[in-house]
């Protein structure tokens, strides 16, 4: 079965520093892959520390312009940035699904997500005031908020352009200037923002792009010293890293980490809402979703029928090319990461009942593909329990009354989202409020609110994006204290 290459493929990525495509400094390049044949439709620029520091620099040369635009009219670009990213969405989502791998119909979304998330920063600042504290008449003091700098921003490869409008976005609506190193595995998409932040008349220098390896560019961003912060989205493991490099310089940065989201259903639950969500859940985007509910505990009631039901349902899940449109899973996003997978499927053969997939799907004998897989009876200590897997694959697991629902829902390092299904409101923020995660649905799937905190607590991240939280992380406070009357200072060294 064929998926079909987009027109307009480029057959080399460049960097974009200063508003004009560059090559590496010292020349280098690296292979961009697809994940259906597996082998190099382009080559893209491998960045080193050289190209960070032409990065870096061209972002502070461009850094006071920005920074004194009125809120307005940097508003007003953001604006222009979402017409030309909506104005693209078909290529867009195009690129991300022939990159990546996401099916088409999901790719889709993302491109509207991206565009939505510049229009909702630009409404954040222009809506922004600061704040003012009065003591009586005695002394007003207000906060003054600035740029924080220029921003290094670090993104991972699932959803990867609407990742990198979620921190360009309030990077840019805080007046700071950036330079971004997208994933390494997903690059294309990342290939349109030149052509984009061009349109919509963002000033050269603004937003700079760095392609390249974690382990060389990212962390020739993360070591330099005019960088203050870095936004971060990708596993725990490069996030420990790059905090421990970050001390260094004593930077500020956001982590959005990894997760192992527990989906809690009670046997009082609207079952048939409950399994969509969980279907919808854990293998919408490939499985590769931060917040994939991909452990699902049922009480014992419901558990043989639900589990039963879920199976069916996976085992009906059309695997297909990503290009086409009939595609709900499509191939996982790389070679290392699809073996990486399928070691987990090995692992939860020995650990648990495995009842839907498991395998290739017969009909694709090439590319990443996985029959969405579900295991039940998962104990615990399993490492399909522990571990995120970051594709198509559930653990399910029973519980016999709401203590155990919220003992096992926090008996993982993760605490990035958590979903609750029971028709007993109260009972379900109960559990809300005892689940350790950042963020909680009842009832629901995952639907987000801009303007709400987005983030995890243990393993899953520290700090918070979203809202006044992002516009916070991109800017620093100062206060300013202003007496209104007389000053009644101790009169050190005045005694006759
Ligand atoms: P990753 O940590 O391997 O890579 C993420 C980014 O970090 C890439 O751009 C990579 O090049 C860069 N990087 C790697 N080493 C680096 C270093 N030493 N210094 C600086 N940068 C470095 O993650 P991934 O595999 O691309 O993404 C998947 C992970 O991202 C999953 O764990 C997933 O849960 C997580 N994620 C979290 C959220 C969230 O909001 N919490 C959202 C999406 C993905």
Redesign the pocket.
Known sequence: MTNHAPEGLPQVIRHWIGGRPADAADGRTFDVTDPVTNTAYAQAARGSAADIERAVTAARAAAAEWAQLSNRARAHVLHRVADAVESRHDRLARFESYDSGLPITQARGQARRAAENFRYFADVIVALGEEAFRQGGDQISYVVRTPAGVAGL??????PFM?ESWKLAPALAAGCTLVL?????TPLSASLWPEIFAEAGVPDGVVNLVH????E???A??DHPDVPLIS????????R??IR?AAEHLKTTSM????KSPVVVFADADADAALNSVVFGVFSLNG????AGSRVLVERPLYEEFTRRLAERAARVIVGPPSDPATEVGALVHPE?YERVLGYVESGRKEARLVAGGTRPAHLPDGNYLQPTVFADVARGARIFQE?I?GPVVAVAPFDDETEAVELANATQYG?AAYIWTRDLRRGHRIAHAVESGMVWINSHNVRDLRTP???VKA??VGREGGAHSIDFYTESKIVHVALGEVHTPRFGAAS
């Open positions: 670090i993104t991972p490869w699932n959803t990742l190193k997208p994933a390494e595995w390249g390896i974690g382990d560019a990212g962390q961003l993360v971060f989205t990708g596993s725990t493991g490069t996030g890293h790059i490099s959005e980490l990894g997760g590769e979703r931060c917040t990461h995120e970051f990035l987005f983030g995890g899953s991240g």
